[in-house]
């Protein structure tokens, strides 16, 4: 967890705002909608088998040289049809020339990056979680060095530079984990990708079939992450420009987000496992959803009250046009950090069906939503009616999942919940009220807003350490016991 939050988002608000700040929002806007229907169209290439092969070789260890090598099989198979569905879709959305050149490039590393997936569901699998945790930051770190040094070289920066080094990060990151996995599991047969003399293990259509709960539901969350830059570079008036402005706060929606995926893949082997032993598990979601509530919160105040200021730490053109675009996308994660708790008590229940109908139902009222106002947007209004989209898509889910929640798992423990919620909201408000009425620098009175807003969380009432403490000090492995 300490390796995910210095990298990733590190590179993210430090190396990848720089390359869009140099790129300028309309070359980005180019950029940002591939890269988004890229991973939109990500289930084709994974189908699930990363999160399912992982709790399947965790309980049964020796399918590590059986199904998982089948897994590639099923992967190789499904490499083509990801590449030829990804271009032709691009095409048929208008894309040519140099998009669509991009466009293949960019689909060649996401193969990359799911062939790595799918070696660290193996390294998961067999326990190897140091090794796993270091492999997960080495693309992203080689980048952060390769991207920065170009960034320190030159004046300008081209797309292209950023495609090649994904593709050397991706494959250096590939062969480490390979040759990981290959090492740690040197007691088993080799699992090279190989599948001679192999008979055993799973056939293609049962991998598909098992992984599909999983991948469906990556789908339909994707969909209503992902396809609002889409629609807004191909139907909006100045659609480019405007998708980069949309991409250079959405860069914050995703280094903030990272808090809440890491904290979900801690929660869900302690929920897995305190419902098997028929323990209550509203302590502990109420005190990591409190956690969340805080972090989310407090960004999402700060950068209501100072946009401009916010963006311009890490950007130094076109700060004035994404300004209002970034609070409605802070508003966004601040909701979205909640479902991660509640989503994942869900999935640790196997309510897969009810979370796919929500996330199905999410992708629906936000290409519905989407559509209509793009087709009246003006000029520089498309992306923050998109972000406001996004808000509402995000606060529909939350409550669903928190509705299915609170149904399965009905008390007076979530009143405090709430109550931390009205707390936490009262403090941030009259912070950064103070802060900008009377902070006589708009950069230190952002500082002062942001830091006043997490320290308000520990308030009495906002947030309980106590099940975290209880959490974090207990051994487990995480993987097994999911």
Known sequence: MILNLAVK???????????????????????????????????????????????????QPE???HSFRQGWRTKRLLFPCYLATLMLIGWLLGWRGESLIWLGWIGLNQALLSAILYLRAGLQGIGAHRTDAWVSIADRSILFIAMGSLIVSFDRFDVNWLLAGSSVALSITFLIAFWRLKKQSREVASILPNDDGINSGRSFQENITAGWPYALLFLLMMTYHRVDGIMLERMAPNGAIQAGWYAMSYRFFEAANMIGYLCATLLLPYFT??????????????????ILLTAGAAIAWAAWYFPEQF????????????????PWLMISFAVFAQGYVFSTLLTARGDMRILNRMAGAGAIINIVLNAWWLSQASATSGGVGC???SAITQGSMVAGQVYFCLRKHPGKEWWKLLRALFIHSFACFAI???ASRWGSNPNEALGIALLGCLVSGLLPGVIDFRSMKKMLTEKMNTFADS
């Open 63 to 65: 399918e590590i040289h």
């Open 9 to 59: 988002p590190a590179y993210l608000l430090i190396i990848d705002t720089k390359i869009q700040d140099l790129l300028g929002p309309e070359e980005f806007g180019r950029y940002f909608p591939l890269l988004s229907l890229s991973i939109l169209l990500n289930i084709i290439l994974d189908a699930g088998l990363a999160n399912h092969m992982t709790r399947f070789v965790s309980g």
């Open 311 to 326: 963006l311009g730490i890490f950007y130094n053109y076109e700060v004035q046009s994404a300004a209002d675009i970034l």
């Open 273 to 290: 496992r305190m419902l098997a032993n028929e323990e209550d598990v509203r302590p502990l979601a109420r005190s990591m959803s409190s």
């Open 432 to 434: 950064c009220s103070i």
């Open 387 to 389: 972000a406001v989209i």
